[in-house]
């Protein structure tokens, strides 16, 4: 395994500081912040998450030009909605999702650092796992599909769907 440069780890270490510093000055590190976003109830942390896909991706895209990264698309495999829906379980019964738990066991919120224990023993299991896990997860593997071209395939089944009961 290769381990990163100095330089690369402090400034890894510092965008999740100040990462984290955001999400605790937005509330979002507080669970019934998270619980009432999840019920809309109030878009206080979907607008800091959105905010923050935009920045992420604006940052990709400009890196990329730059190229200082190569951004990839993840071939979409039943291991990637799997894991998708495992996220998404997780972050409704535990009301944080990894960052902002991070950030809420840096406050002290102790239903935090017992999800952080928790993903702990996940990533465990997975690991111990994955030898017979694998076939499973990488079943139904579309390459590297982008959003859009799964919209217009959506599209595409919806319009032959039309056509057939037309006859």
């Known amino acids: 395994m290769k381990i990163a440069s ?3 780890l402090a400034s890894g270490l510092g965008t999740g500081l100040a990462f984290g510093f955001l999400l ?3 509330r979002a ?7 009432d976003a999840l019920r809309f109830d109030q878009w206080r942390v979907a607008k ?9 991706g604006l940052g990709t895209y400009a890196l990329g030009r730059a190229g200082r990264v190569e951004p990839k698309i993840k071939p979409l495999a039943l291991g990637v909605v799997t894991g998708g829906a495992l996220f998404g379980v997780g972050l409704a019964a535990l009301g944080y999702c990894p960052g902002t738990t991070v950030t809420a066991a840096g406050e002290g919120q102790r239903d935090a650092m ?3 224990a928790g993903m702990m023993v996940g990533a465990l299991a997975y690991v111990a796992l994955l030898p017979r896990l694998k076939p499973f997860l990488e079943r139904g593997d579309m ?13 595409r089944a919806a319009e032959d769907a039309v056509r ?4």
Do not use: Y
């Open 29 to 35: 590190a507080k669970r019934v912040e998270i619980v």
């Open 143 to 155: 390459g590297e599909v982008t959003v859009p071209e799964l919209a217009r395939a959506g599209v």
């Open 6 to 8: 100095p330089m690369k």
């Open 48 to 56: 800091i998450m959105g905010t923050a896909s935009v920045v992420g």
């Open 164 to 167: 057939r009961q037309r006859g």
């Open 114 to 116: 017992l999800g952080i």
């Open 24 to 26: 605790q000055k937005g």
